[in-house]
């Protein structure tokens, strides 16, 4: 019986630490792309079916494109000692992920085959990018913030894309929308590497400190001054700006001086995930 026991504890360990390297790699596509996609639908009130291909899919390509640059980072996860990754804790070998990055990318590309063309196009080019982020030949990870810029583009076409599957023209809430977003995700590129430095490229290496943190900070603000205006100045949603201003400040103070840790940020990050799901409160 104790040994029975040992062995259902054994697998219950064993189970609890896949769900939640299943959470980690996950988290990232669900805040990002799925997020941006429901807070899209929130704002112009198209929450509905015909939502349900574009968040699909666009969910499958950015995890597509993080598990394929967890297929290329493995020497610097080890040194990171990242133990959110699947490849350091022995639940993938690189090339298994590599091949789940492929099959997730094409049933992304598949899923937004349901809806138009322009949506299609924004769709494979997350795919490209996400790929010559990390890719050995083209590495735009290594451009470090000139990479991060290419990278984030097709989150800034998001809105002018999606319109095209419910007939909307153009409006000023899009483009807060586009900046918004874009400026967020670019954010969250730049301040992981305050806490990755064992990286080859970083932009914390590249650059003194003080100069990476006021990009990233440049960023944060940037984000911040245009979801102003997608608040609709509701007194919900100015709330939920002040909870994201309140974890930007605390990111940004700990970064600033150099005390930032790996379980901190990834905490107060998740605050910037959980925005477009708080977008529906007030809808």
């Not at 894309?161 to 995700?185: C, K, P, V």
Request: glycine share 6%; hydrophobic share 50%; with cysteine.
């Amino acid at each position: 019986m104790p040994q029975d026991g040992s062995a259902l504890a054994g697998c219950v360990m064993r189970a609890s630490k896949i769900l939640w390297l299943i959470y980690k790699r996950l988290r990232t596509a669900t805040g990002v792309s799925l997020g941006f996609t429901v807070m899209y639908g929130a704002y112009t009130n198209n929450l509905n079916l015909s939502l349900s291909p574009i968040a699909i899919g666009a969910w499958l390509i950015l995890l597509a494109g993080d598990l394929y640059n967890d297929s290329q980072d493995y020497e610097e996860d080890k040194r990171n000692k990242r133990i959110d990754k699947w490849t350091t804790q022995g639940l993938m070998n690189t090339e298994q992920i590599k091949m789940l990055a492929k099959i997730t990318g094409a049933l992304g590309l598949f899923a937004l085959l349901f809806t138009t063309p322009y949506i299609f196009l924004l769709g494979l080019a997350g795919v490209i990018t996400g790929i010559a982020y990390s890719h050995p030949r083209i590495n735009l990870k290594k451009k470090e913030l000139a990479g991060y810029i290419i990278v984030s583009l097709p989150i800034f076409f998001i809105p002018f894309a999606y319109n095209t599957q419910f007939h909307r023209e153009i409006s000023e809430m899009d483009i807060f929308f586009s900046l918004f977003a874009g400026f967020h995700y670019l954010y969250l590129y730049c301040q992981k590497d305050a806490t990755d430095r064992s990286d080859d490229i970083n932009l914390f290496k590249k650059h003194s400190w003080r100069n990476a943190t006021l990009i990233t900070a440049l960023f944060a603000f940037l984000s911040l001054i245009f979801f102003i205006p997608l608040t609709f100045f509701s007194v919900y949603l100015i709330a939920v700006w002040f909870v994201l201003a309140a974890a930007d400040f605390v990111n940004l103070y700990l970064i600033a001086t150099k005390s930032i840790k790996w379980a901190t940020r990834k905490s107060l990050v998740l605050v910037k995930f959980l925005v477009p799901y708080m977008y529906l409160g007030a809808v």
